[in-house]
């Protein structure tokens, strides 16, 4: 197989290749790169299965396991309860020794976190290995088949409100319909939730029903409960704070207001801390809801995709595939830097997971990222701060997927899009952003107990979660439709003014979205039953209030 020497002939940057174009740049940008491929340097991958493989990619994936287990050696009894089911079906299917070897002593497969997908296999592989996969074919159903679909580079991913509920309206939606997101279960993919903290026990947020539990995918854990506390410890803040945002509450108590740690510029533009004290219950989006840690960061700059894929089939197989949802949502604060020579925007093994979790019944919030403002050159050789377009990180360029950018905490109409917030549209030319919600200078949890302040479309995000969950708890007929509540969201939102590349639909307005599907006269409430035509009429008239 030969490595593309050259990065700028488009036409070989678009063969096609079992060996993904991030995978062969990454080898490519290391030193000594043929050295490298005939060496023993392992490379992070996700291995796609062949669909088209007989019997189909669980198929194809077992006859690759089970090279695996025949030529490597692994130990079974720490793997858990999946991983040691999928090694003894793989075992029963592994070909006679005789059998020339796909994988050398050099090579490892991550059979845990492999085990909690159908379709994929994580793992580090040298080189050579990578080769031998990309061209091997196996003996299957009367001939010969290639058990690989692509071999994928695993991406490193990164971690990307009291006042703020008021600007999404949340606030309004509780009062008017008492959208608190009771009934509701949403994901949260991050560093995972300090269960310990206080903001989580007053509605019991983190209690799962229906046999539910969270998960730590980070490591391999010898039992369930094992992984499950993992889980629910945060050693970085970021994944407690994005929690907060969507769910949990700290009532106001005069006598003991909550602690917010904050940060202010000194007179030499020196970062100081401050300590405020909250003068308001501090809630979450959907205060009822309940959240379920899928920790997949260990730190906010630690974590690989094929974790995250990893999360993305724990919630199909506790859905069954969308045949029983128990659980409605996911937010995803957390993404890499998309380079389309890599692969067409949106689909990358990430991307393609996003839509097909989105098409078997659950919402998908992501985090648009913060690469939307930097420095180029220009024609004359000086370097110029600018906006930057086309920016939107994975998984937020998923055609499926809600991706959402940031604006102000109180004043969206005057400040507008954050200059940070990525902007669109994708680099295949569809519309990104969908959402804008506040993302600056955001009040939810802190570890230790207290608050704090934090700012990025990682904020903005669970914002959308948890207007999302608050929804779908008044209007349960669109459970199990998220593209629908995405239209709604969408459609309802109130216009900024600015550029669509740069806000979407606009910032999001959980109150408008609820009355623009209202078909029943709400109890307390004497609002007249109004047809589609009628709402649209209003919604139109207060898209600017």
Request: one cysteine or more; charged letters at 20%.
């Amino acid at each position: 197989m030969a490595i593309s020497p050259d990065p700028d002939n488009v036409q070989q940057r678009l063969r096609k290749t079992r060996i993904g174009q991030d995978l062969l740049a990454r080898i490519q940008e290391q030193d000594g790169a043929m050295a490298l491929w005939q060496g023993a340097m392992r490379q992070p991958v996700v291995i796609e299965m062949n669909a088209d493989f007989p019997g189909g990619s669980g198929a194809a994936r077992l006859v690759v396991l089970g090279e695996y287990l025949r030529e490597v050696a692994v130990e079974a009894d720490s793997l858990g309860t999946l991983a040691t089911a999928l090694v003894a079906q793989a075992s029963a299917v592994a070909q006679p020794a005789s059998k020339e070897a796909l994988f050398g002593p050099d090579d490892r497969l991550d059979i845990a976190k492999s085990a909690y997908t159908g379709t994929y296999l994580f793992g580090e592989l040298t080189a050579a290995t990578i080769a031998r996969l990309s061209e091997a074919r196996v003996a299957a159903g009367g001939g010969m088949a290639a058990p690989v679909y692509k071999i994928w580079a695993d991406h490193p991913i990164e971690r990307c409100v009291f006042q703020s509920v008021r600007t999404t309206k949340c606030d309004a939606g509780r009062a008017a319909f008492a959208a608190w997101g009771e009934g509701i279960v949403w994901a949260v993919a991050d560093t995972g939730i300090d269960g310990a903290h206080p903001h989580f026990a007053t509605h019991g947020t983190l209690k799962l029903p229906g046999g539910l539990r969270h998960v730590d995918f980070t490591q391999t854990w010898p039992t369930d409960a094992a992984a499950e506390a993992a889980a629910l410890q945060d050693t970085d803040g970021h994944g407690t704070h994005v929690a907060g945002i969507v769910a949990g509450e700290t009532p106001f108590d005069p006598a003991a207001p909550a602690a917010i740690a904050r940060e202010v510029l000194d007179g030499n533009g020196d970062p100081q801390p401050v300590t405020d004290h909250a003068s308001v219950a501090l809630t979450g989006m959907a205060p009822r809801a309940r959240l379920l840690s899928l920790k997949v960061l260990q730190t906010g700059r630690s974590g690989a995709v094929s974790t995250l894929l990893a999360a993305i089939g724990y919630i199909q197989t506790q859905n069954d595939n969308g045949r029983n949802l128990r659980i409605h949502g996911v937010n995803m604060s957390l993404g890499y830097l998309f380079n389309p020579e890599w692969y067409a925007a949106g689909a990358s093994p990430l991307c393609v997971e996003v839509d097909r979790l989105v098409r078997s019944g659950v919402m998908v919030v992501v985090a648009a990222g913060n690469g939307g403002y930097g420095s180029g050159v220009t024609y004359v050789g000086g370097r110029e701060r600018m906006v930057l377009g086309g920016t939107i990180n994975d998984p937020g360029n998923a055609a499926l997927a809600l991706t959402v950018g940031s604006t102000h905490r109180e004043k969206p109409h005057t400040y507008g899009v954050s200059y940070f917030s990525a902007k669109g549209p994708t680099a295949d030319g569809r519309a990104k952003p969908d959402l804008v919600a506040p993302g600056e200078r955001i009040v939810s949890c802190a570890l230790g107990g207290g608050f704090r302040e934090d700012s990025g479309t990682s904020m903005a995000a669970p914002h959308v979660s948890g207007a999302a969950a608050a929804f779908l708890s008044v209007r349960g007929e669109f459970v199990g439709q998220p593209e629908r509540l995405k239209s709604i969201l969408t459609q309802s939102a109130t216009d900024l003014g600015r550029r669509p590349d740069f806000q979407g639909g606009g910032l999001i307005y959980l109150w408008r979205a609820v009355h623009s599907v209202l078909s029943w006269r709400c109890p307390g409430m004497p609002l007249p039953s109004l047809g589609s035509a009628s709402i649209a009429r209003r919604v139109g008239r207060r898209r600017r209030a």
